[in-house]
């Protein structure tokens, strides 16, 4: 009989602290429930007390899914743990999930403490989140450098409290597999009432082994894996979900088993990367764009002998169909509608009339429609809203000429024009918009994702903009590259705190 490993999805908490990655509470049930799809466990929805969003977020994704288990986040605060009760109140499973620093780095120079203090203060936020919900998770902050002697009292001394899951992060993402494979191991065998609870890895992939360190823990004892889609977190990001829920199925000798309908992974992966604006780089394992490519003449050779000599993955079990139906000019509303609904996206009646107009116009500029384009156009209403909006852009560009752009902008309903040259069409356009938007502005990056379907594609822009000491991150998208890379800028603008 296999072991049960419980997926916790911290997408929408740890995944959306990258930079301009911010959903709005919309964009997150979609996501969450998205998720729930998935097969996801636990979905860790938001950190209450730390804005009114997240807040709101919490109790809008709580009553928008089921079956799977409502996590908050918290500190070792009993105003943290007060808030995210409040938040949960609508979640049919809930759980609190709070903890402290125990690194002697953490309780020297983050709390000025000391050892038998923070145990104290552990102890005191379990049993006063077990007011309020039976399921309480305990995080050990920086458990990756704390030594495995003291680890075992606090997690001892949690359980004792009434914990029922304790994490044990690899906050820096400093361990290396063997050793945090056998920082579990020691606590499977030392913690007096171990089997009261479930132990969770939380891997971070600063050197690159976040999976590894998350997989090395789960065959050592570890019960619940804390995950993301597309693998995204602060920094260099947290442990793939998609990485995990297919080494185990592919694995069978590991005898666990995971909740994850491994057909839904793509279509999943595709919502988050659009809505969140984040390419998935084109190598990334499972999900990335060349990950059932071959391009090595040895290999292509293989593949058609026998499709096993180097894909040890099906395509269709993660969701990749090849044989998809492929949206064009002539596609009705029904085959645009089946394909969200494929990616997960379900659009109200009006929202979908509107998309389909957006999605005729781009089938008139280009031959076919792939997954990622009709993404874009189900977000495009973002746009509604915005103060600054693009009017018309004219564009002269060639070789032995300089680049010479003149647009129109709609600030608020009034209506602004102006040209410039720049040192090629994007510089001039960039310099014609500045002319308007008068304000000290730095164009900190600028990066265009990769266009793989033909001249004729989608170009999507993100953008890092300076103003007043902020960083503002901006997306773009039009088939029109120089186009993209304005409404990027604009998008940036949109978001300017004055």
Known sequence: ??????????????????????????????????????????????????????????????????????????????????????????????????????SDSHIKYKFNSNREEIIERAVAAVKYARRYVDDVEFYAEDAGRTDNEYLARVVEAVIKAGATVVNIPDTTGYCLPAEYGAKIKYLMEHVNGIEKAILSTHCHNDLGMA????????????????????????????????????????????????????????????????????????????????????SSGIHQDGVLKNVQTYEIIDPHDVGIDDNSIVLTARSGRAALKNRFQVLGVDLEQDKLDKVYEEFLKLADKKKDINDDDILVLAGADRTENHRVKLEYLQVTSGVGVRSVASLGLNISGEKFEAAASGNGPVDAAIKALKKIIDRHMTLKEFTIQAISKGSDDMGKVHMQVEYDNHIYYGFGANTDIIAASVEAYIDCINKFKS
Not at 23 to 41: F, H, P, R, S, Y
Not at 246 to 267: F, L
């Open 211 to 294: 999976t590894a360190n998350t997989m090395a823990g789960v065959l050592n004892g570890a019960r619940q894996v804390e995950v993301t889609i597309n693998g995204i977190g602060e920094r260099a990001g947290n442990t793939s979900l998609e990485e995990v829920a297919m080494i185990i199925k592919c694995h069978k000798d590991i005898e666990i088993e995971t909740n994850i309908n491994t057909q839904k992974i793509y279509p999943t992966s595709r919502l988050v990367s659009s809505l969140m604006n984040m390419p998935v780089q084109p190598n990334k394992a499972i999900v990335g764009r060349n990950a059932f490519a071959h």
């Open 1 to 102: 009989m296999s072991d049960k490993l419980f997926i916790f999805d911290t997408t929408l908490r740890d995944g959306e602290q990258v930079p301009g990655c911010q959903l709005n509470t919309v964009e997150k049930i979609q996501v969450a429930k998205a998720l729930e799809a998935l097969g996801v466990d636990v979905i860790e929805a938001g950190f209450p007390i730390s804005s009114p969003g997240d807040f709101n977020s919490v109790i809008e994704i709580s009553k928008a899914v089921t079956w799977p288990t409502i996590c908050a986040l918290t500190r070792a605060v009993q105003k943290d743990i007060d808030v995210a009760a409040d938040a949960l109140k609508f979640a049919k499973h809930k759980r609190i999930h709070t903890g402290i620093g125990t």
